[in-house]
């Protein structure tokens, strides 16, 4: 992740959860405390979490900080180029009919290998829950053949010149999930694969979120851990 694209997110982020606070009096806020930047930290506010499952979360304020915390196997750019992310290497195959992909060597935040069981267990976990917002994001995806731990095949129902702007929806644990069919409660929802992790979570009070020292990308020196 390049410093511009880091900390245009944060300053949308800022943004647009300012806006949030501001729009949506009606919705309950974590702990009103005001938007800040301090030498150590941003403190922002959001709307209360239904979930912190970035899959089934539908809150757009609860989305920003979602997306510190989980990578995609694509990503968009600031020049708006879909570019790998979790992937470290791709080739569209059979006329465009399916795409193979190579995993680079990511953790989650528990240490754990990030697998290509993992990514088959996102993409299925979106088909099931029907409202998910990257529904439409797997809707042309027929399967996904497994290679081995870090190579997959995705395969599709039609030809589509664009696939990989589709694959920018979140990977999240299979580990963490499949433990509990509650797949919203927030105790199986606390590891990530991304720049930030959760440090702690309280429930209608705070999300604290400190830098992923681990984390497979170059950090700006300028990245703060977050408060929420």
């Not at 245009?8 to 943004?15: F, P, R």
């Not at 309950?28 to 979360?57: C, G, H, R, Y």
């Not at 990989?164 to 929802?189: A, G």
């Amino acid at each position: 992740m390049n410093k511009i694209k880091f900390m245009t997110i944060i300053l949308v982020m800022v943004a647009s959860l300012v806006g949030c606070s501001m729009e949506e009096e009606s919705g309950e806020v974590l702990e009103n405390k005001p938007s800040a930047i301090t030498s150590k930290t941003i403190n922002l506010t959001m709307m209360q979490p239904e979930t912190i499952n970035p899959i089934t979360n539908k809150n757009k304020s609860v989305g920003y900080i979602m997306n510190l915390i989980y990578d995609s196997l694509f990503t968009i750019d600031e020049n708006y180029d879909t570019v790998p992310q979790l992937v470290e290497e791709y080739k569209i195959e059979n006329d465009g009919m399916s795409i193979n992909i190579k995993l680079k060597d990511i953790k989650w935040h528990d240490g754990t290998t990030l697998t290509s069981s993992d990514v088959k267990f996102t993409v299925d976990l979106i088909k099931q829950n029907i409202d998910s917002p990257y529904n439409a994001l797997v809707e042309n995806i027929s399967s996904i053949l497994i290679i081995n731990d870090k190579e997959f095949n995705i395969n599709f129902n039609d030809k589509y010149a664009f696939s990989i702007d589709t694959l920018i929806f979140p990977i999240v644990s299979e580990k963490q999930l499949e433990k509990d069919k509650n797949i919203n409660n927030y105790k199986n929802n606390l590891v990530g694969n991304g720049a930030y992790k959760i440090k702690n979570y309280e429930e209608r009070k705070n999300i604290s979120l400190i830098i992923n020292d681990s984390y497979y990308d170059q950090l700006p020196s300028t990245a703060k851990n977050i408060e929420v």
